[in-house]
Antibody
Framework: QVQLVESGGGVVQPGRSLRLSCAAS????????MHWVRQAPGKGLECVAV????????YYGDFVTGRFTISRDNSKNTLYLHMDSLRAEDTAVYYC?????????????WGRGTLVTVSS | EIVLTQSPATLSLSPGERATLSCRAS??????LAWYQQKPGQAPRLLIY???NRATGIPARFSGSGSGTDFTLTISSLEPEDFAVYYC???????????FGQGTKLEIK
């Protein structure tokens, strides 16, 4: 079954860290660019980060400002997002997404998301 | 940064009617535009890519058109399951990131 399953979300205090994971199955994970996309409650979609199929290139949304790190382990079919210095405005559902097309920019397979709540 | 503006914010129609959703870019994005559908409590789903190509498994009642700065998503005859929020997305060549429009909510009249 082709799917992405996120984990690691929860409630965290401002300034703390959190690591999200995404387990991929049913497709050749190591041949796709992968993304994290987030959606604040009741809001629209926002690109968090993208990583090339082999991990050679990584790009981040402007708001990340060095606080987040995307990584992947192709031997484990797993994508990660390490988030430091979390802020209240980082509260959102974080989706793991597969990319296709040029620069992997079209998002053709989405996980169900994991909710991150930053609150004291 | 390229800004995408979707209109209308809310569209109220009845099943069987034709829906026309608009997405305007602040500068040309060529044909590098996609459309997504999101239902409550679900992740988005890719409908259209490169402005006019339907993604795998998307019904033929969904079509996309446009290039440059003005794009349209058309649903020829609305089915009950089509009532949802629709987002457009553009990709830039460099850096390889992307932005989304603010969404159009398609609701049952």
């Amino acid at each position: 079954q082709v799917q992405l399953v996120e984990s690691g979300g929860g409630v965290v205090q401002p300034g703390r860290s959190l690591r999200l994971s995404c387990a991929a199955s049913g497709f050749f994970f190591g041949t796709y660019g992968m993304h994290w996309v987030r959606q604040a409650p009741g809001k629209g979609l926002e690109c968090v980060a993208v990583i090339w199929y082999d991990g050679s290139n990584k790009y981040y949304g402007d708001f990340v400002t060095g606080r987040f790190t995307i990584s992947r382990d192709n031997s484990k079919n797993t994508l990660y997002l390490h988030m430091d210095s979390l802020r209240a405005e980082d509260t959102a559902v974080y989706y793991c997404v597969r990319g296709t097309g040029h620069n992997y920019a079209y998002l053709d397979l989405w996980g169900r998301g994991t909710l991150v709540t930053v609150s004291s | 940064e390229i800004v995408l503006t979707q209109s209308p914010a809310t569209l109220s129609l009845s099943p069987g009617e034709r829906a026309t959703l608009s997405c305007r870019a602040s500068q040309s994005v060529s044909s590098y535009l996609a459309w997504y559908q999101q239902k409550p409590g679900q992740a988005p789903r890719l409908l259209i890519y490169d402005a006019s190509n339907r993604a795998t498994g998307i019904p033929a009642r969904f079509s996309g058109s446009g290039s440059g700065t003005d794009f349209t998503l058309t649903i020829s005859s609305l089915e009950p399951e089509d009532f949802a929020v629709y987002y457009c997305q553009q990709r830039s060549n460099w850096p390889p990131l992307y932005t989304f429009g603010q969404g159009t909510k398609l609701e049952i009249k």
